[in-house]
């Protein structure tokens, strides 16, 4: 199950307008959402492409189809229809995968921060499944096309991550206007250029305590943490005038 501030809904929803979005401006084919869930299930299909994502949050976007479903999204973005998932289908395949996981990272990144991608890897296999480590939660979003075929998509992340994001967003936003402002003034920054500073030794510093064998503890206090960390931080950029 996802952490309370950020839910499988705030992976789900992004992700359909995504879908929607690529299918509506680059496949010109309808698409509708289906059933979700917030578990992993081990869904099978033939194909599958998966990304991985790093930065704001670790984890991985698959896009899972079975074969009627992946050669009409391959066909779709080449613009032809083809009976084999020959080496341009699947190439074309990854791609969509790509573009959905890109939409997925540009959405999130307007509330989580900046995050990576990572080349799709492209996987085929009668009925195989994609399991991950157990310490990554999971959330998935049936899709029917309106041919009737259907592919889902899977998104995967440590829950940690985000919880260390999230903190760091709440400790920023008690920290006064003001100090940021005297701040940049002293050190010759933008308040924004302070705010960056401060938000990559918060989760640094916030990674190491969460290394803790008492980490179910200390999560809960994570939030006044926060706020004496980025305190500190901001009184050592004072110091050295960075």
Do not use: W
Request: net charge negative.
């Amino acid at each position: 199950m996802a952490s309370e501030g950020l839910s499988a809904e705030s992976f789900l929803i992004p992700l359909r307008e995504a879908v929607q979005e690529i299918a509506e401006t680059m496949l010109f084919v309808g698409v509708e959402p289906g059933p979700s869930d917030d578990e992993s299930r081990h869904r099978k299909a033939d194909f599958s492409a998966v990304v991985g994502y790093s930065g704001s949050i670790k984890g991985s976007m698959r896009l899972a189809a079975p074969d009627g479903g992946a050669r009409e999204l391959a066909g779709a973005l080449l613009g032809e229809e083809r009976e084999s998932m020959d080496d341009e289908m699947q190439d074309a395949y990854a791609e969509m995968a790509n573009m959905i996981a890109g939409g997925l990272q540009s959405r999130l990144e307007e509330s989580i921060g900046h995050i990576s991608l990572t080349p799709p890897v492209f996987i085929d296999g009668t009925g195989h499944s994609v399991r991950s480590d157990h310490s990554f939660a999971c959330c998935s979003q049936d899709f029917t096309l309106e041919s009737g075929e259907t592919f889902l998509c899977e998104v995967y992340y440590r829950l940690e991550e985000l919880e260390q994001s999230e903190v760091a967003q709440f400790g920023l936003a008690v920290v006064d206007q003001e100090d940021a402002g005297d701040t940049a003034q002293g050190a010759g920054m933008s308040e924004e250029q302070i705010k960056d500073a401060v938000r990559e030794a918060l989760a640094q510093k916030l990674n190491e305590i969460l290394t803790d064998e008492s980490r179910q503890q200390v999560r809960a206090a994570l939030p006044d943490v926060a706020e004496k960390l980025i305190r500190e931080e901001i009184e050592r950029i004072e110091k050295e005038g960075l």
